[in-house]
């Protein structure tokens, strides 16, 4: 099955390297390449995409302004940032704006190709809320691959070494991590070990723990 993809960019140069970087992503198809420096609603309900891939703009709250219009155009498309800043507060306001998934601008072709076909076919897929009661949060806002994740980095291994266990892409764990220390309320990987293990995280009901990593 191949998913169409529209691309906006505020740079045409920028919005030209996503459009070949794309053509390496199997079963993907860009049906248009939109300039976010005027409204593109009309254009992206129009299209009907599959995944709307949005490039980073230089003024914030313009990003947010389009990343609110696809998601209003194309309700059930696959929303796909594109940003050199993947800090978690930066990826918390994109995603309450209703981006997906993000991807890292340093990322290269293949990589970029390959994960924007994950998000096309559902095999990525990131969407998190906020939630302003921390206990809550780590209780009932962390997904299972979240917890998987949680778990392995409790257990000593690398963010490689997950991503090379759980089949993902190193940019894909940690854009993990950098929800999973949004939503625990902590900063780096020994903070968020630290506060699971305290929070009985890895004893929730329902919840099989994962053996520790192989060493490599």
């Known amino acids: 099955m191949v998913s169409n993809v529209v691309i906006v960019a505020e740079q045409p140069l ?17 049906i248009g390449r939109l300039d976010a420096r005027r409204p593109c609603a009309a254009e992206i309900a129009h299209a009907r995409p599959d995944v709307v891939v949005i490039d980073e703009m230089s003024s914030r709250e313009l990003l947010l302004i389009r990343i609110r219009e696809a998601r209003s155009a194309a309700p059930g498309a696959k929303i796909v940032l594109v940003s050199r800043d993947l800090a978690a507060d930066e990826l918390g306001e994109a995603t309450d704006a209703g981006v997906d998934a993000a991807i890292g601008r340093t990322v ?7 994960l924007v076909g994950a998000v096309a076919t559902g095999k990525v897929f990131h969407s998190f809320s906020i939630v302003p009661n921390k206990s809550s949060a780590a209780r009932d ?3 299972a691959r979240e917890l998987e994740i949680l778990q392995m980095v409790a257990a000593g291994a690398s963010n490689v070494r997950i991503a090379k266990t759980l089949w993902l892409a190193e940019q894909t764990v940690k854009y993990h991590l950098s929800n999973i220390y949004r939503k625990l309320g902590v900063a780096n990987r020994t903070q968020a070990s630290h506060y699971a293990h305290v929070h009985g995280l890895f004893e ?6 994962v053996a520790p990593p192989a060493a490599a």
């Open 141 to 143: 806002g962390l997904t």
């Open 14 to 30: 920028s919005g030209e390297t996503i459009r070949h970087a794309l053509r390496l992503a199997r079963g993907c198809r860009v």
């Open 204 to 209: 929730r009901p329902g919840h099989q723990p």
């Open 108 to 114: 290269d072709a293949v990589s970029f190709a390959t």
